[in-house]
């Protein structure tokens, strides 16, 4: 079984930690491979823990996306504040240099899921830079990506097209672990002339780029509300796109991105017919009905399709995702999502998925998802060389 950074940290006690007043940015599957959380494994250590950070959904992952939080109570016996980075306006979500005041090291375990919208990663890359700042020391706490890494997929989102759902050049489904894109948000960082943070990782031992999830022997815990299993994090990189749409992606139901659907689709045998159409490698489009509980289109009945993926290791989430809106696009009632998302109201949330607005105009001109996901993969620019270079050799071998 693979060993976690923090398996590895608790194997040497915590020895690093002694001595040293300790900061952690966690949430819920901050866990070891026993099951047991980072807070609970210092506390264990009698680690000086003086400080929590929770990401997006919270440090206690409770709640949805794109909801801000406030205070949470972790545990009432450590009386130590907990600060939340994901407020309610764009600053909130920037950790700040006096937020590590009377803190020596920086303690970061968040579970990403090798997509570039997944906002854990610029939360931690938020954090080094106030590190930078503050002269702290951080600690990042190594995991693999559970979704094959090493498989590449999408473009660089484009200058004038970040967010926080894509705050650097990576393509949306970027084949890292959370420890090597820490070396490539400082190497960004630095070419940008910002100061590079004094930054350890501890890696992983046993793990190999080419593993599936299954084949690290870990549990899986959902990091996040609609993340609750490994089949969600395999669908997400095109899954995610739904959002900047007008369909259901699930949420509120018990596969979230794999139930795709709006009431307005009314043939779903014709959705189903579309997207198979496309001849996708190792996922098959099942005509189905689903009532979403809450958020879009909540208690109404949806017509649409579940995604099964046959073979993760072709799996081409991506394109399997620009056809679903492909065929949706078909259907009288279908549009883009025009509210503000992740703070930003000026651009559609569509452009800032794709990182572009090119993609999305090439659908609305009736382009094929070849043609689509192809104009996609040619712009990905030098991103893969920039990700051999951050690549760690131990995964490889």
């Known amino acids: 079984m693979v060993k976690l950074g923090l398996d590895i940290l608790v194997d040497n006690q915590m020895t690093a930690l002694k001595g040293k007043r300790v900061a952690l940015l966690a949430h819920p599957a901050s866990v070891d491979s026993q099951l047991i959380h980072m807070v609970d494994r210092c506390i264990q250590a009698d680690i000086n823990l003086v400080r929590l950070f929770g990401p997006e959904h919270g440090i206690l992952g409770a709640a949805q996306d794109m909801e801000s939080v406030d205070e949470e109570v972790v545990d009432p016996k450590l009386k130590i504040p907990v600060i939340s980075l994901y407020g309610t306006t764009k600053d909130s979500l920037f950790l700040k240099p006096q937020d590590l005041e009377g ?59 970040d967010s926080f759902v894509g705050e650097y050049p990576l393509c949306n489904r970027h084949g890292l672990t959370l420890g090597e894109l820490c070396h490539f948000f400082q190497n960004e960082d630095a070419a940008a002339g910002m100061p590079k943070a004094s930054m350890e990782i501890v890696w992983c031992e046993g793990y190999r780029r080419h593993m599936t999830f299954a084949e690290t022997g870990l549990p899986w815990v959902l990091p996040s509300p609609n993340m609750p299993t490994i089949d969600t994090a395999l669908v997400y990189p095109g899954g995610c796109l739904y959002e900047g749409t007008n369909l259901s992606e699930g949420r509120g139901t018990t596969r979230p991105f794999e139930l795709i659907g709006a009431p307005y689709i009314d043939d779903v045998a014709q959705m189903a017919a579309s997207i198979n159409g496309d001849n996708l490698p190792g996922v098959t489009a099942r005509p189905t009905f689903f009532k979403p509980m809450f958020q879009k289109h909540a208690n109404a009945m949806c017509g649409g399709i579940q995604l099964h993926v046959t073979d993760e290791k072709t799996f081409l989430p991506l394109k399997t995702g620009i056809s679903v809106i492909r065929a949706a696009m078909a259907f009288k009632g279908f549009d883009w999502r025009r509210d503000e998302y992740e703070f930003v109201s000026d651009r559609l949330a569509m452009d800032l998925l794709f990182g572009h607005d090119t993609p999305r105009k090439m659908l609305e001109g009736g382009d094929s998802t070849d043609a689509v996901w192809a104009f996609l993969e040619n712009q990905r620019d030098d991103h893969d060389e920039k990700n051999i270079a951050v690549r760690h050799a131990g995964y490889d071998s």
Not at 104 to 129: E, H, K, M, N, P
């Open 103 to 161: 803190v020596d090291v920086l303690l970061c375990d968040l579970q990403d899921i090798g997509s570039r919208y997944y906002t854990f990663c610029y939360t931690t890359a938020f954090a080094l830079r106030a590190c930078a700042q503050a002269g702290v020391h951080c600690m990042i706490l190594d995991r693999p990506n559970p979704i094959v890494g090493g498989v590449l997929e999408g473009n660089v989102v484009q200058k004038g097209w």
